[in-house]
C-alpha cells in the first residue's frame, strides 16, 4: 500500500506522481493544502517534521524528499528505470536534478515566499522579483547543462525519461505559472513538450490532482491536454 501526501501545485510532489504513474504503481492521494497552512498540522508534522510535502508511506516505511523518494520507487520497481547504469550518465542526470531540486526550488517555494511578505514585509513586485531572479538564473544553468553535454535528445537522457525530466517539467511548469520568460530554454522546452506527450506526466498534472480547483487552467505547453 502507497500513501502520498501531496498538494496539488507542489513541484515536489508532481515529480514523485509522475514517477509512480510511470512505473504503474497503485497509490492513494491525501491532500495537503500548504496556501491553508494544513502541512502545519500536529498530526501531519509526525509524518514529515519538515511541514512540507511529498510524504510517501510504503506499508509501515515512511519517505519525506523527492530526489530520495524516486530513488526509493526506483528500487522497490526497477521498470522503467529513472537513471542509467553508466556512472558518467548517472552524474550527469544527478547534475540537472539537483540544480533544480536544491538551487533553485528551495529559494522559490511557498515557504520562502511567505517568509519573505512576513516578516521581512516585501511587497509583491519585490517577492515577484526575488522568484524570477532565482527560477530564471537556475534554469539558463539547466539548458547549458542538457547543450553542453551530448545525452539530450527527446529528453534530457536521449529517448530515455529520467529523474532529470522529472524535475525540469514540474520547473517548467512554474515558469509558466509566474509568466516567466522561457524562449531561450529551447532544449527544456523540447524535453517538456515530449515528456507532456506520455500518460503518466499528463495523469500526474496538476490540473489532474483531486484536490486542484475544477476552473484550473492547464498552463503547460503547446498541445498539453489534461
Known amino acids: 500500500m502507497i500513501t502520498l501526501y501531496s498538494y496539488f501545485r ?17 497509490y ?31 506499508d509501515d516505511f515512511t519517505l519525506t524528499q523527492s530526489l530520495a523518494i524516486l530513488n526509493y520507487l526506483d528500487n522497490i520497481a526497477p521498470e522503467p528505470p529513472l537513471s542509467s547504469s553508466d556512472f558518467r550518465e548517472q552524474a550527469y542526470v544527478r547534475q540537472i536534478s539537483l540544480t533544480i531540486a536544491t538551487d533553485i526550488h528551495p529559494l522559490t517555494n ?23 531572479h532565482w527560477a530564471t538564473g537556475g534554469m539558463v544553468a539547466v539548458e547549458a547543462m542538457l547543450r553542453d553535454h551530448s545525452y539530450a535528445g527527446d529528453f534530457a537522457l536521449g529517448d530515455r525519461v529520467s529523474v532529470a525530466d522529472l524535475c525540469i517539467v514540474p520547473q517548467m511548469y512554474n515558469m509558466r505559472r509566474y509568466k516567466l520568460p522561457i524562449d531561450h530554454l529551447p532544449i527544456c522546452r523540447r524535453i ?17 490532482q483531486p484536490d486542484a480547483p475544477k476552473d ?3 498552463i503547460h505547453g503547446p498541445g498539453f491536454k489534461p
Not at 508534522?45 to 511529498?54: F, G, T
Request: with cysteine; net charge negative.
Open 28 to 58: 492513494e492521494t491525501i491532500p495537503v493544502h500548504l496556501a491553508k497552512g494544513e502541512q502545519f498540522n500536529e498530526m501531519y508534522r509526525l509524518i514529515n517534521p519538515m511541514a512540507a510535502v511529498p510524504a510517501l508511506i510504503h
Open 110 to 132: 511557498l515557504r520562502v515566499l511567505k517568509y519573505l511578505e512576513s516578516p521581512l514585509h516585501t511587497t509583491q513586485a519585490e517577492r515577484d522579483e526575488w522568484y524570477a
Open 216 to 218: 484550473l487552467e492547464p
Open 192 to 208: 517538456e513538450e515530449n515528456c507532456m506527450k506520455l500518460p503518466a506526466f499528463i495523469q500526474a498534472s496538476p490540473e489532474m
Open 10 to 26: 507542489s513541484s515536489t510532489a508532481y515529480r514523485v506522481r509522475i514517477a509512480l504513474h510511470l512505473k504503474g504503481l497503485q
